[in-house]
Structure formats: structure tokens, C-alpha cells
């Protein structure tokens, strides 16, 4: 199997860095060459020789070039990514540039009902077209426990999505059969003649009809209620505010669409090549739908175009393994945008009623609220959403007394899932909201009431939870403060403003209003609620080169870069390659809840220090010392009283080394029936101020700055970390003004990028960043923490805050439209 970037340019696979000498590296050095000795680069001279000019004519010796920059080394510096350069020139080989010999195009048929029972299914015309290989359905897979035809139901936590529907279709776009044919072409016509019966059922879209209405799955319709139960009940404070908030449903919308190959293998099982963020667990639960041992799959990770997400619903792989286990041909399936949009889960759109006591100086003494989450259709993590808007549902303040029920209920609407802070997010647009109404109504700056009410480090969460970690959230605000503010028109009369609505607004500049908002938010990092985070990590090295192996997948956070980091910081080497993720290896487990950098890049580090103490041993033993009195740092390992000084390189000459190691943090508990437990191992603050200009006449808004300071634990890559905030603050921007996936009776009615509106380079604002604040974490690898979902969490309320201070309107929807701003 090749791709054709492969190929052609010699590019290493995702995940992996080219070495010095190989195809990939020569490919990539190519385009930024330099001259070494004995050798010219293509386009220049050689230092010190005359540059030719018309008719042979010769001019003044060339001056010598000026040594390259050394990269940087190791952790707290900024290497440029592997995968930059490959990425910018449209080159890096992403799933959809696959190929194998004998390839098929696979195509699914959906339900254009959200809510239907399927009478019959007839693939006799498809089957008849010319170049169709295979049609499968429900019946082709394994039948449950009982005999029956299920449609081999998976899931995350709770098994209850079909591959394919069986019986009853429950949203809209659900697959009920795929066909494998000769050309993408074909294959869709004959997705398309498949003739399905349908008998319509009345949808369930409102979730808080759904308590009450006929059960749309054998499991019934509430995926999860938890109370939390937190102080007295009896409490009361001097001012009390209210407020009914919505949060809309916001789709991950990755650039990549989803892609994949999968190919027969001659011991009855399948490789696939898919962009999984989860490979391990894609891999177990593809072979328990196909009814195969997990060793009889294979999962290779392609490139992974983008991820805020689980990448893909399962029955995209699950249906691909079929198809080509069925036709005994390699299997290609590329998704249209529609489809994508249909395909994988959404942010879970909420419903959140909240009532806030506090004193008449404005601290808090009670929270009282509801939350409902929209699970859609099926189960995905829907508890795990809840559990963190229950947990989370008085932000990062101190209150004594927090009473909340919460519940996730299932409907007709398309399945939510993961994506950056799910339950957090909502939470965090609720209570700074209430914030910001309570401040109204005591008189206080909005700024000097969160200060008063900030948590510590010591502090109790409303899960009676100590807060064990760095939680500087007074600092964070300080520092967002004291950033100057960006300057308005009339302070520059001669600079040209872009103005709400883009160049060439309709808008009166006269109608244009500034506002300015705050936010503060919180996020757990890892798994919850008795998750057990374990990642496994090889590190080997023969001469000056070292490898590192682990599953972990880098979807574009720099888990790669990371490693390469690590490994250089501790044993001294330069040349570092990433092994191509595969699950021929550990698991490492999925890329979300900035689970990585701790769990793998823990285990990377230890697996470090194994080879480290295998190098140091004998050198240390032949000078009689302790190898812990040696030390290495800038290529040369040196001894505690100066004696030794000897290059990492000689010492490694002629050896190899390795080691494999494993990190899992401390265990979580499950919250208990009110609310109470341990349940997450860390949490991770940010602090933002958002300044947008607003159109009161057109409603029209936009963000104009957005300043954020964050507790980041350790900077282990600062630009990275830069990148990761600026990328989180435009998603949150998108939710707050722009992202909304709109249904009509549970059907799908912008499933385009044309009708599903994203931020532009207009768009998003410029983002300033005030802080980072490094208070190590003592229980976190290197004492860093998540980074990414953070500004995701707190951006879209900051944003309503600052439309809020502009309007002087409640706002209390998510995203807001332009009549929420018009005054």
C-alpha cells in the first residue's frame, strides 16, 4: 500500500521525523539546502568562489554564509514540528491519499428519516449494476447474545449504536447499508438504488419531551441523572439572580473529511488505515462488531487532519472492514462533507437554569441549578459530559452550598460526543453569566466580584473534592487586567477599522458599540470518575540516534515534537525519530482531555531514564561514583566535581539501548449518588477579557482582542502552547457569534461549509497573551498541564460578556445571533 505523496516526495509517514541520510530526510533538505563542504547546492556557489555573471564574467569573492541557527533543544524550548513544512507545501500524506493494488470505493446508504422503522431493505438493483462487488447490511454482521440481528452495537462507555441499523433508525444520516464497486462513482449510484421501506415515526428534538415520551432505544431515554448534593439546603443569601441559558450544538468540523482504507488480510482478519485518535480502542471494539479476536485487526494510524474530537464514529471503520472482508479486495472510503456532518458527534447542545445566592458584598453563598445535555441519539460519553457540567457548575469560585441536578437524555437528534471541554463549556457560559448579572445588580465592576470569590489551591470543589493542584485563578485575572486595552478609532482617526460586519459593512459607524467582558473557566484534565489513564512508551538508541515508540497519536497538539523534546532533554542526543503509530504497540490511549503530554509523555520520560541509567552505570562505576553524579547537558555528560567531561556520542559509540516503561497517574473515584467523590486526577484554569464592536443597529459583531492568561503548569514548548491557545480561542469565538448546527424536526439543515458558518481570518481576533503561569503541578508529568481545551471553555463566555457590556442585553444564548444584539 502506498500513497501517492509517499511516493513522489519521499515524506515521512504521520507522526514520524525524517533522519539525517534517509529518503525523507534528503526530500526535505532539498528544499532548503545549504552547501557543505566539497558540495554546491543547486542555485549558488560555493563560499569563497567567484559567482559567474554574463559571457563568463566574474565578480568579487562571495561572502562566507553565516552558520546556521542551532536548533532548539530539548523541553522549554520551540523546535519547529516535523510535520510543518510537509503540511504547509500540501504534501504530508493524509488517509485520503491512500491506495492499494486491486482498490474498491465503499459508499453508505443513510436514513433521510431521523426517526423510522425499517420495514425491508432490497439491494437486487444495486447488485445489478455493472463493477458492484458487494452490499452489506445488519444481517452481515455478528447477531447479539440472543440471536438476534442488532447491527453489532458499540460504543465509547455503552454499547448501544449499531454499525448499521438493524431495525429502527434513530437519527437523521444514520448508516443502513454500504456497497463496495470498482469506482467512487458507482458505488454511490448503488448506495443510491438500494430501495429501504421505511414506516415514519413521530421524532423526539425537544430533550425535555423526551422524560416523558415513548423510549427511542431499549435503554431508554435518560442516559444519566446525577445530583450533587454540596452544604445546606436552607441557605440563602442577601441577592439572589436567575437566569435560563442555552448553549446551541457546535460540530468539530475538521477540514479533513473523514478517509480511510482497509485491506483483507490472508488470516481472515483486516488492516485499516484510518486518522483514529484512539487506535486501540477503535481496534478492540472494530473486532468485537466484526465478531474477530482484536489480534486478527490492525489498526495503522494514516495522517490525522485535524482532531478537537473523537475523529470517527466507529461504523465508518467497522462498515470499511466488512466491505473488504466481504469482497476480499482493499476497501476505500472517503466521506463528502454532508456526510461528514452526519457522521461523527457533535458538542452536546444544553439547557442550563441557575439561581445564585450571595451576600450583599458579593460572595457567593449558593448555587442552585439544572443542566440538561442533548446526548441525540445514542449514549457516546454523555455521562462523562454530565459528570464534568455537574462537577464544574460553580466555576472556579468558592460556595459553600452547590445543589444541582443534571441529566442527559437521549432524542432523534444527531449523537454528541467529545470535543474540547464537553459539560465545561456549558457550565462555564451559566455561571459567568450569573456572574455578570449579580454583579449588575450589587453595583460591583464585574472584575472585582470574581476576584472576591476566586478558588485556591486547598479549596473545596462542590464534589467535596480538595483542589491538591496549582489553582493561581486570582493571579490569572490580575493578569488580564493589567494588559493594556487595544486603542479605539478615535484614538487613531487615521488608521482604517475594520468594522462589524467585514469591509464594506452596510453598518453606520455611529451605531458601533465597544463592550468589554471577563471570563474565567476550568477544565479536568485525563479521564474521570475511575478511568484507568495508562500509557506505555519505548525508547531505544543505537549511536547517536534514538527512537521512540508509543501509540500516542498527535492530531496536531505536538505529541511528536513533545517526544523528541523529552528524550533530547534527557539523554543528550540530537537525532530523535518518532515511530509511525500502529497497534502492533502498546496502547497509549485516546488523544483528548490533554491526556498525552501526562500519561505519554510520562511514560517517554521514564523509558528515558531507564536508557539514561544504562549509560551512566559503567561509565560512573569506572570513576567509582554514584551514576546520579553524573549529569548530561549540552551533549556532554560531566561528573558533580568537573573530573568528567565526555561527549554523549563517545559514550554511546558502539552501543545500544533500551528500555520500556509505563505512566499512570493516580486513581479516581466515580461521584457518588450526590455528586461527592474524587473524580479527577487535575484541573486546569484560564482567564480571559474579550473586547468586540458591536452593530447595534444590525446586531452585527466583532472580536476585537481577546487577552487570556493561563495556568500552564510547566511552558514545555512555549510556542506550541501559544498555538494551542490561539487555536482554542478562535474555536470558542466560533461558538460564541458563528457555529450552529441547525435541525428541523431532527433533520440536518446546513451540513456544508457554506451553510455551517466557521471564523475566517476576519474573523478571528487578534489574541494577546498576558500569561503563562508555570506553578508546576508536583503530581503531573514535568509539572505541566492541558492547554488546548482551556481557552475553548472560556472564550464563548467572555465573548457574551463583552456583547452583554456593549448591548446592555442579557444575552443568554449560545451563539449569539444578531437579534440578541440589536438595542
Not at 53 to 71: I, N, Q, R, V
Not at 335 to 359: G, I, K, M, N, V
Not at 812 to 819: D, F, I, N
Request: glycine share 10%.
Amino acid at each position: 500500500m502506498t500513497s501517492p505523496t509517499d511516493t513522489a516526495s519521499g515524506i515521512p509517514g504521520p507522526g514520524s521525523s525524517p533522519e539525517r541520510g534517509s529518503a525523507a530526510g534528503g526530500a526535505l533538505g532539498g528544499l532548503f539546502r545549504q552547501a557543505t563542504p566539497g558540495t554546491t547546492a543547486p542555485g549558488t556557489t560555493a563560499p569563497g568562489t567567484a559567482a559567474a555573471g554574463p559571457a563568463g564574467a566574474t565578480g568579487p569573492a562571495a561572502e562566507p554564509a553565516a552558520p546556521p541557527e542551532p536548533e532548539p533543544f530539548g523541553l522549554g524550548t520551540s523546535p519547529a514540528r516535523a510535520d510543518a513544512l510537509p503540511k504547509a507545501l500540501g504534501i504530508y500524506p493524509y488517509a485520503a491519499d491512500l491506495w492499494a493494488e486491486g482498490l474498491l470505493w465503499g459508499a453508505v446508504l443513510r436514513s433521510p428519516h431521523p426517526h423510522a422503522r425499517i420495514v425491508s431493505v432490497d439491494a437486487t438493483a444495486a447488485l445489478a449494476l455493472p463493477g458492484v462487488h458487494a452490499v452489506v447490511t445488519a444481517a452481515d454482521l455478528p447477531t447479539d447474545h440472543e440471536g438476534r440481528i442488532a447491527g453489532a452495537p458499540h460504543g465509547p462507555v455503552i454499547a448501544d449504536r449499531p454499525v448499521l441499523a438493524a431495525d429502527v433508525v434513530r437519527h437523521h444520516g444514520e448508516p443502513v447499508a454500504a456497497v463496495a464497486a470498482d469506482h467512487p462513482d458507482t458505488a454511490r449510484l448503488a448506495a443510491a438504488a438500494i430501495a429501504v421501506e421505511y414506516e415514519v415515526l413521530e421524532p423526539v428534538t425537544d430533550p425535555e419531551k423526551s422524560f416523558h415520551a415513548a423510549p427511542l432505544h431499549p435503554d431508554g431515554n435518560l442516559l444519566r441523572h446525577l445530583p450533587l448534593r454540596f452544604g445546606d439546603p436552607e441557605a440563602v443569601g442577601d441577592v439572589v439572580v436567575e437566569g435560563l441559558y442555552q448553549v446551541g450544538r457546535q460540530d468539530p468540523a475538521p477540514l479533513g473529511a473523514e478517509a480511510g482504507l482497509a485491506v483483507p488480510r490472508p488470516d481472515g482478519g483486516v488492516e485499516l488505515h484510518l486518522s483514529s485518535t484512539d487506535p486501540h480502542g477503535d481496534r478492540d471494539r472494530t473486532a468485537a462488531c466484526l465478531g474477530l479476536e482484536p489480534d486478527r485487526v490492525r489498526l495503522v494510524v494514516a495522517g490525522v487532519p485535524g482532531a478537537t474530537t473523537d475523529r470517527e464514529d466507529l461504523s465508518f471503520q467497522v462498515t470499511l472492514a466488512l466491505l473488504a472482508l466481504r469482497t476480499g479486495h482493499p476497501v476505500k472510503m472517503v466521506l463528502s462533507r454532508e456526510e461528514s456532518f452526519q457522521t461523527h458527534t457533535t458538542r452536546h447542545p444544553a439547557l442550563l437554569r441557575y439561581r445564585h445566592h450571595a451576600d450583599a458584598e458579593g460572595r457567593l453563598v449558593k448555587v442552585e441549578a439544572q443542566i440538561l445535555l442533548d446526548g441525540g441519539a445514542y449514549a457516546d460519553i454523555s455521562s462523562e459530559a454530565l459528570a464534568a457540567a455537574a462537577a464544574f457548575s460553580a466555576g472556579p469560585y468558592v460556595v459553600p452550598h452547590v445543589f444541582v441536578d443534571a441529566w442527559a437524555v437521549r432524542t432523534n437528534n444527531p449523537p454528541a460526543g467529545r470535543m474540547r471541554g464537553e459539560g465545561a463549556l456549558q457550565a462555564c457560559f451559566a455561571y459567568e453569566s450569573q456572574l455578570d448579572k449579580l454583579a449588575a445588580k450589587l453595583g460591583i465592576d464585574p472584575l472585582e466580584i470574581r476576584r472576591r470569590n476566586v478558588m485556591a489551591t486547598g479549596d473545596l470543589m462542590p464534589t467535596g473534592q480538595s483542589v491538591t493542584c496549582p489553582a493561581p485563578v486570582g493571579a490569572l485575572l490580575d493578569a488580564v487586567a493589567a494588559e493594556p486595552l487595544p486603542p479605539l478609532p478615535v484614538d487613531e482617526p487615521d488608521t482604517e477599522w475594520l468594522l462589524p460586519g467585514g469591509p464594506g459593512g452596510a453598518g453606520d459607524p455611529a451605531a458601533v458599540r465597544r463592550g468589554i467582558g471577563y471570563a474565567v473557566g476550568m477544565v479536568h484534565m485525563l479521564g474521570a470518575e475511575g478511568a484507568d489513564e495508562v500509557s506505555t512508551a519505548t525508547v531505544r538508541i543505537s549511536g547517536e540516534h534514538a527512537t521512540v515508540i508509543c501509540a500516542a497519536v498527535d492530531a496536531g497538539q505536538g505529541f511528536a515534537t513533545l517526544a523528541k523534546q523529552i528524550v533530547q532533554d534527557v539523554l543528550g542526543v540530537t537525532e530523535v525519530w518518532i515511530a509511525p503509530v500502529d497497534t502492533d504497540q502498546p496502547a497509549a490511549g485516546p488523544t483528548s482531555r490533554g491526556r498525552q503530554t501526562w500519561v505519554s509523555g510520562g511514560a517517554v520520560e521514564r523509558a528515558a531514564q531507564m536508557v539514561r541509567h544504562q549509560l551512566l552505570q559503567p561509565i560512573a562505576a569506572d570513576f567509582g561514583m554514584s551514576p546520579e553524579l553524573l549529569q548530561i547537558a549540552d551533549g556532554k555528560i560531566t561528573s558533580y566535581d568537573g573530573v568528567l567531561g565526555m561527549p554523549v556520542s563517545e559514550a554511546l559509540e558502539g552501543k545500544e539501548l533500551w528500555a520500556t516503561a509505563q505512566c499512570r497517574p493516580h486513581p479516581t473515584e466515580p461521584l457518588d449518588d450526590t455528586g461527592q467523590g474524587d473524580a479527577f486526577v487535575s484541573i486546569a484554569f484560564c482567564a480571559m477579557r474579550a473586547v468586540v464592536d458591536v452593530d447595534i443597529e444590525l446586531g452585527a459583531v466583532r472580536v476585537v482582542d481577546v487577552t487570556v492568561a493561563q495556568d500552564v503548569g510547566r511552558a514545555l514548548n512555549p510556542r506550541q502552547i501559544e498555538a494551542r491557545i490561539e487555536a482554542g480561542v478562535t474555536q470558542g469565538v466560533g461558538l460564541a457569534l458563528l457555529e450552529e448546527l441547525h435541525t428541523e424536526d431532527g433533520r440536518v439543515v446546513n451540513p456544508s461549509f457554506t451553510g455551517y458558518r466557521l471564523p475566517t481570518a476576519l474573523d478571528a481576533p487578534e489574541v494577546r497573551i498576558a500569561a503563562l503561569l508555570e506553578e508546576r503541578d508536583v503530581v503531573a508529568s514535568f509539572g505541566a498541564k492541558a492547554v488546548g481545551a482551556a481557552p475553548a471553555v472560556v472564550a464563548p463566555a467572555a465573548v457574551a460578556a463583552a456583547v452583554r457590556a456593549a448591548t446592555g442585553r442579557a444575552v443568554t444564548r449560545l451563539p449569539v445571533r444578531p437579534q440578541d444584539a440589536v438595542v
